[in-house]
């Protein structure tokens, strides 16, 4: 039987912080915003167009998840958004205060640039080599 990833949590402080990120910055869909039992939300989110894994964003519930928030790679680029149009995505992203620890770079698998989320977690936004 095949097999994906279709969801990965995200541990983040407020779930609409969270969500104006995600869906504003990024563009990003809302796939699911519910309400569930003790406050919580089933918060999912997936990159505009994607086909891939979607984030649930998971609002820290302890001191032990509030102490994941912006380290959930312990300090690595923990997650990739793949483009079709970097310059356009950058520029985009840009525009909509979205913080890039470097300048774009020509790598031989493609263009690349570090950006972080609110929270300090590090993503890629890559486009492949053709």
Same mark, same amino acid.
């Given at each position: 039987?095949?097999?994906?990833?279709?969801?990965? *949590?995200?541990?983040? /402080?407020?779930?609409?912080?969270?969500?104006?990120?995600?869906?504003?910055?990024? !563009?990003? /869909?809302?796939?699911?915003?519910?309400?569930?039992?003790?406050?919580?939300?089933?918060v999912?989110?997936?990159?505009?167009?994607?086909? !891939?894994?979607?984030?649930?964003?998971?609002?820290?519930?302890?001191?032990?998840?509030?102490?994941?928030?912006?380290?959930?790679?312990? !300090?690595?680029? !923990?997650?990739?958004?793949?483009?079709?149009?970097?310059?356009? /995505?950058?520029? *985009?992203?840009? *525009?909509?205060?979205?913080?890039?620890?470097?300048?774009?770079?020509?790598?031989?698998?493609?263009?690349?640039?570090v950006?972080? /989320?609110?929270?300090?977690?590090?993503?890629?936004?890559?486009?492949?080599?053709?």
């Open positions: 039987m095949p097999q994906s990833i279709f969801l990965v *949590a995200l541990v983040v /402080d407020d779930y609409d912080r969270a969500k104006a990120f995600y869906c504003d910055a990024l !563009g990003f /869909d809302c796939l699911q915003d519910e309400v569930q039992p003790e406050g919580k939300r089933w999912v989110v997936r990159p505009k167009g994607g086909e !891939g894994a979607a984030l649930l964003l998971a609002q820290a519930a302890n001191d032990s998840q509030r102490a994941a928030i912006g380290n959930q790679a312990g !300090g690595r680029v !923990g997650f990739f958004l793949k483009t079709d149009d970097f310059a356009r /995505d950058h520029a *985009a992203m840009l *525009a909509k205060g979205v913080t890039f620890r470097e300048e774009p770079r020509h790598e031989v698998y493609g263009t690349v640039a950006f972080a /989320d609110p929270y300090g977690n590090t993503w890629d936004l890559i486009q492949h080599s053709s």
